[in-house]
């Protein structure tokens, strides 16, 4: 019996160094699949890993806001400029007051000076990515997150980014019908 125990205990030994080393196989494994696939590699990762810092450069960064003619809201960026190197990850904030008395829906279209600069303009999270609603009188700030490319040409030293949000929806927060009332 003795012969039987020793060759199952080298068969069992076999098997966990086996299944030891196949765990720390699939780690590699695992990372080029998701590269592969894009599975797991999210716009944050890839844009603040592949990113460098140009610290021999500045850019002035100047911030607008506006709202489309008849959206009652106030909307303003918190900081009016702002001096970055490319590359640097940035975050600035606005803030959005809804100042009717019923719940809207806006949208933020942003847009770039000089046109050029859009292309070197990396979001990474942005308020203007997704619909905002506000309900009566809610006040909000909103972050952006971003990186200016330091691919950008050498000769741009200032760059507006301005919102300008538009009314896609007002929304009652109760109807006649809700209410049980007729309307008339």
């Known amino acids: ?5 020793a060759k ?18 699939l780690v590699p494994f695992y990372y080029k699949i998701c590269e592969v ?11 603040v890993k592949n990113t460098q810092v140009d610290s021999n450069r500045w850019v002035t960064l100047e911030f607008d806001a506006n709202t489309n003619a008849g959206l009652p809201w106030q909307f303003k960026p918190l900081q009016r400029t702002l001096k970055v190197h490319p590359g640097q ?9 809804n100042t009717s008395d019923q719940a809207i829906v806006g949208q933020a279209v942003p847009s770039y ?3 050029r600069a ?20 809610e006040s909000r700030r909103m972050p952006v997150l971003f990186v200016l490319d330091p691919a950008m040409g050498g ?30």
């Not at 199952?8 to 196989?25: E, N, Q, W």
């Not at 696939?37 to 844009?47: C, D, K, R, V, Y």
Request: proline share 3%; with cysteine.
């Open 1 to 5: 019996m003795a012969a039987g125990n």
């Open 8 to 25: 199952t205990l080298t068969k069992l030994i076999v098997v966990t160094l086996g299944m030891f080393g196949f765990g720390f196989a």
């Open 37 to 47: 696939t894009g599975i797991n590699s999210g716009a944050e990762q890839s844009l």
């Open 89 to 97: 990850l940035v975050q600035v904030e606005y803030e959005v007051i």
């Open 113 to 115: 000076g000089p046109a």
């Open 118 to 137: 859009a292309a070197f303009f990396k979001k990474i999270e942005c308020f203007c990515f997704t619909p905002q609603t506000l309900a009566a009188g």
């Open 155 to 184: 000769d741009v030293h200032t760059v507006t980014l301005s919102y300008t949000f538009f009314d896609i929806g007002t929304k009652t927060q109760t109807t006649d019908l809700q209410k049980g009332q007729p309307h008339g």
